[in-house]
């Protein structure tokens, strides 16, 4: 199994529906922090809701339309990242991300999803790598903007979620403008 350094003792690793219980336990610990904006982290509530999540990724995965790999703090499951949405066709791919909150604040998930969008873009031809956030979402804002990423818009109340209608920020990054960040990176 492989395993993608993060740096400080964090990686990124593939997790599947085998690792069910798991996942269960992090979603439990996740659920407070990340559960005003990341459905996931409500809707996977017993063992056989988080192996029908893990096995609809990876089910996406077989497909080419979507992937799930966790971050790991120490060998512990603290958060994940997504590609809820991978069209090969539009060359175009939505990432999602949590974390439960003894995770937060140490550049994880800008840190993996930096290479998330390497792969997308450099290994899968992806032009196009958006990020969807609740305005009211400020962590996850910030995170984009750490990114690179450019607000495109706002979808004015398009996401209901536990009794609130969401306006959702839609930013991005496309390939030639992560190509040149990542140049300007290493200089």
């Not at 497909?63 to 958060?79: E, F, N, P, S, Y």
Request: aromatic share 8%; net charge negative.
């Amino acid at each position: 199994m492989f395993a993608i350094p993060l740096g400080d003792g964090a990686e990124l690793r593939p997790i599947g529906p085998w690792q069910a219980e798991e996942f269960l336990d992090h979603i439990g610990r996740a659920r407070e922090y990340a559960g005003p904006w990341v459905p996931l982290t409500v809707n996977v509530t017993d063992v056989e809701s988080a192996r029908a999540l893990l096995q609809s990724y990876a089910d996406k995965q077989a497909a080419d339309t979507g992937h799930l790999w966790a971050v790991r703090l120490d060998g512990v499951l603290v958060g994940g990242v997504l590609f809820r949405i991978f069209d090969t066709q539009s060359e175009s791919c939505e990432v999602g991300v949590w974390l439960e909150p003894s995770a937060a604040g140490r550049g994880l998930i800008t840190r993996a999803v930096e290479h998330l969008i390497d792969w997308a873009v450099d290994e899968r031809g992806m032009h196009r790598v958006e990020w969807l956030a609740s305005s009211a979402n400020q962590r996850s804002l910030a995170a984009a903007k750490r990114l690179g990423m450019s607000r495109d818009g706002v979808l004015r109340e398009s996401f209901p979620w536990q009794g609130v209608r969401h306006d959702m920020e839609v930013w991005s990054v496309l390939a030639p403008e992560w190509r040149e960040r990542r140049a300007a990176d290493r200089r």
